[in-house]
């Protein structure tokens, strides 16, 4: 286990906004379109350049260990997660320092001692160049410029049509495209949770301590 995170450990618990109070930090801020899919198989199923697909999901994958929750043992991730949707999770140096870099950084496969949801789902930042589309003319690369990065979502056992940000933001309750705001899904470094601190009911929770 690194030192770093070692203090990450005891100094962090972690704050699962749900989507409502993230959303109120963006006030006046407009959402913008991303797209959201299960595999990349799928997103070029909805007629997506199945090269820009693999992209968003490699980008995504590589930004998975670095802000999924970690928990102390397999058996409160997996309560959160549901059985077999766990895994170790690896040591990361500069956690925070990468956590927001898009581009994939080489990772340790030692293992931190925590464990990790595994990654079920990604969030296509840019717009992908949908040119097979009935009646939409192709996106060109000067429209693809989005500030929303690409990212791994998760689906907690409590919810397990939504898929989530690595902070509980819920964005989408089936592949497709979705609106979000960006200051709501900007990744942020992976932090230590704790049992029942990630879906819905502690979205709920979590929204009743602000008063909602």
């Known amino acids: 286990m690194s030192r770093e995170f070692k203090r990450s450990k005891t100094a962090r618990l972690i ?5 409502a109070g ?4 963006g006030c006046g801020e407009e959402p913008v379109e991303v797209q959201v899919y299960n595999t990349p ?3 070029a ?3 997506n350049p199945p090269a820009q697909c693999q992209a968003a999901f490699a980008e995504a994958k590589a930004l998975h260990p670095k802000v999924a929750p970690r928990y102390s043992n397999k058996r409160e991730c997996e309560t ?3 059985a077999g949707q766990c895994e170790a999770a690896p040591v990361i140096a500069n956690v925070e320092n990468n956590a927001t870099q898009s581009e994939p950084q080489a990772q340790s496969q030692q293992s931190s001692g925590f464990f990790m949801p595994m990654m079920m ?16 003319a192709p996106q060109t ?11 791994p979502l998760y689906k907690s056992r409590d919810d397990r049509q939504t898929f989530r940000t690595a902070s509980n933001t819920p964005v989408a309750s089936q592949p497709g495209p979705a609106r979000v705001k960006p200051s709501a899904v900007k ?4 932090v230590k949770a704790r049992r029942g601190g990630f879906g819905a009911q502690a979205a709920r929770r979590t929204s009743s301590s602000f008063g909602g």
């Not at 690369?141 to 990212?151: D, W």
């Open 45 to 47: 199923a909805y007629y």
């Open 121 to 136: 789902g990604f969030m296509a930042g840019q717009m992908l160049n949908r040119g097979g589309l009935a009646g939409q």
């Open 41 to 43: 198989d799928e997103c």
């Open 15 to 19: 704050m699962m906004v749900p989507a």
């Open 22 to 25: 993230l959303m109120l930090t």
């Open 80 to 82: 959160d997660f549901g």
């Open 187 to 190: 990744p942020k470094p992976a």
């Open 141 to 151: 690369a000067s429209k693809n410029a989005s500030p929303v990065a690409s990212q």
